[in-house]
């Protein structure tokens, strides 16, 4: 299935990788960008270019029915390079308002819409503790204190919304980002999963799968994630250039 595909966060490290994959596969990309000036690298990538606030419900239910996507992939994040510590708690209040507030008016937008898929980038660090590995249905950590809480309260509230919606709602639980555009270079810490993977597992949702729950991330004993591989055939291993679909 080829049609046209709204990435929003489409200038962020997930989706620099994935509009060059969609686009491969024949899908007509939409890029929303909040950054003027980055919509010449998503030109040249081979996206239509549309700079949006997801907080302005209004223009971004504009910009979605403007574009009339068959799918639209939440990729919105908003972190610090690196993810430098020194600025992670602020990041983790903004990115809990991104999977909350404007997951809803996103949600909205493709729902007026009338889009057949919502893609939504979760994480797969926020089960609360059990045993290991975690799977799907495990509880997240809503309940913790800090940072952890506000992020898996975050989390729970954009998957809430992309799952009840009168659309097919994929949520992509990815692990610990690393690989070009994140800041980290290599594997680090629990769960992690390189940059072209977890694009490469928003491409196949594209087109393939049950709605529900994904955990994507490697296979080192803290989450499973078999369900992709089985449902979506995806693979860890892949690196950009090698989308065997």
């Known amino acids: 299935?080829?049609?046209?595909?709204?990435?929003?966060?489409?200038?962020?490290?997930?989706?620099?990788?994935?509009?060059?994959?969609?686009?491969?596969?024949?899908?007509?990309?939409?890029?929303?960008?909040?950054?003027?000036?980055?919509?010449?690298?998503?030109?040249?990538?081979?996206?239509?270019?549309?700079?949006?606030?997801?907080?302005?419900?209004?223009?971004?239910?504009?910009?979605?029915?403007?574009?009339?996507?068959?799918?639209?992939?939440?990729?919105?994040?908003?972190?610090?390079?690196?993810?430098?510590?020194?600025?992670?708690?602020?990041?983790?209040?903004?990115?809990?308002?991104?999977?909350?507030?404007?997951?809803?008016?996103?949600?909205?937008?493709?729902?007026?819409?009338?889009?057949?898929?919502?893609?939504?980038?979760?994480?797969?660090?926020?089960?609360?503790?059990?045993?290991?590995?975690?799977?799907?249905?495990?509880?997240l950590a809503i309940?913790?204190?800090g940072r952890a809480g506000i992020s898996a309260r975050g989390v729970a509230s954009l998957e809430r919304q992309v799952l009840t919606s009168p659309f097919e709602g994929v949520i992509l639980r990815y692990g610990r980002l690393y690989g070009p555009g994140t800041g980290i270079a290599k594997a680090a810490g629990a769960a992690p999963v390189h940059v072209d993977a977890a694009a490469y597992a928003a491409l196949l949702a594209a087109d393939r799968g049950e709605a529900g729950i994904y955990n994507i991330a490697e296979d080192d004993g803290t989450v499973l994630s078999e369900k992709a591989r089985h449902n979506l055939a995806w693979s860890a291993d892949l690196r950009m250039g090698e989308t065997p679909i």
């Not at 060059?20 to 899908?27: D, H, K, T, V």
């Not at 909040?34 to 971004?60: I, M, Q, S």
């Not at 430098?84 to 809990?96: G, K, Q």
């Open 1 to 139: 299935m080829a049609g046209k595909v709204f990435v929003a966060g489409a200038s962020g490290a997930v989706g620099r990788r994935l509009v060059p994959m969609l686009i491969a596969q024949g899908w007509r990309v939409v890029g929303l960008t909040r950054h003027k000036e980055k919509c010449a690298e998503l030109a040249a990538l081979g996206a239509e270019p549309v700079v949006g606030d997801v907080f302005d419900a209004a223009c971004l239910e504009e910009a979605v029915t403007h574009a009339r996507p068959d799918i639209v992939i939440h990729q919105l994040t908003d972190l610090p390079p690196g993810i430098d510590p020194a600025e992670m708690e602020e990041a983790t209040a903004r990115n809990a308002r991104i999977r909350d507030e404007g997951t809803r008016n996103l949600v909205a937008a493709a729902t007026a819409g009338h889009v057949q898929r919502f893609i939504a980038q979760s994480v797969a660090f926020a089960y609360a503790d059990g045993p290991l590995p975690h799977r799907e249905g495990d509880a």
């Open 143 to 145: 309940e913790a204190s």
